[in-house]
């Protein structure tokens, strides 16, 4: 396998500003003499935190399941503590850098995807709907940022304050009204944007599920493919919903059969948008 750390900002040629992440994992199988070489899909997990912490539960754990679905399959540490458009940028240069070295990771270069959780969902939503902002071109210049798919999980999406996840928003945009306005992911969605599988729970009181049905209208305006699970039960914060991602907790409400199901059900839909191991 090929389990390597890379610093984007070093790849990029890009200075390191205080708070930044940019650091890109690997999971990634070995072509050998025993085993030939396969195109792969590839799959970048940004994990959740309110953009003030990175979750564990949220990222190795879903790299390797979609690992062992042949995927190669990647983690990204994104700048935590920090305002846009730090973790934009940062997620941007993840898919350039994937993209540019698609021979090195056995990886398909038209079907590479996002999987984001809570507030790492929001990351996933501006991946795929403001990869082409002038600040992500200030850093990359031409180079192509745009995900092929994106998966939101229980996604942070509005700066709406009825649905919002204040935390997360008021951070991400410096607390700064007008920036988080241009920060509410389902007002950025037109025909370009990436399609997008979306799942959230309708007991969900972190991020209220409004933010996954207004994520999901906007989709169905612009004519962009989508699908939408809402799932009856389930707290936020689930992950893979099984006990991997419960972590050993006596807490059985992150063990939830039913919502567990997404994994396979996002499988199949990018696997309709032609992800598949060639």
């Known amino acids: ?28 199988p070995y072509a050998t ?13 940004f ?28 983690t990204l540490q994104y700048a935590v503590h920090t305002a846009y458009p730090v973790p934009l940028v940062e ?24 999987v984001g959780f809570s507030a790492g969902g929001h990351l996933a939503a501006m991946l795929a ?3 082409a902002e002038k ?13 092929d798919a994106v998966i939101l999980s229980y996604p942070v999406i509005t700066a709406d304050p009825r649905f919002w996840h204040e935390g997360s928003i008021r951070t991400i945009s410096g607390e700064n009204e007008k920036l988080a306005e241009r920060l509410s992911a389902e007002k950025r969605v037109t025909k370009n944007s990436a399609p997008a599988f979306i799942w959230h729970t309708a007991e969900d009181d972190g991020v209220p599920v409004e933010n996954a049905l207004l994520m999901a209208q906007a989709y169905r305006a612009a ?11 389930g707290c936020h914060g689930l992950s893979l919903a099984n006990e991997e991602t419960a972590n050993g907790r006596d807490d059985t409400r992150l063990i939830v059969p039913n919502v567990a199901q ?17």
């Open 1 to 28: 396998m090929i389990n390597e750390t890379v610093d984007l900002y070093e790849y990029f040629g890009v200075p390191r500003g205080e708070n930044a992440g940019g650091i890109l994992t690997s999971y990634v």
């Open 47 to 74: 994990p959740g935190g309110g953009y003030w912490m990175l979750s564990d539960r949220e990222k190795e754990p879903v790299a390797l399941r979609f690992l062992s679905k042949g995927y190669s399959s990647f």
């Open 223 to 233: 004519g962009v493919p989508f699908e939408l699970h809402i799932f009856q039960n």
């Open 262 to 278: 997404w994994v396979e059900l996002s499988l199949n839909w990018l696997a309709l948008r032609g992800f598949l191991v060639r």
């Open 91 to 114: 997620a941007c240069m993840a898919v350039a850098y994937i993209r540019e070295n698609a021979e090195k990771y056995s990886v398909d270069e038209e079907h590479i995807a996002a």
């Open 33 to 45: 003499h025993e085993v030939s070489a396969k195109k792969r899909p590839a799959m970048i997990v």
């Open 135 to 147: 600040e992500v071109k200030a850093v990359l210049g031409e180079r192509n940022a745009r995900p």
């Open 129 to 131: 709907t403001m990869f």
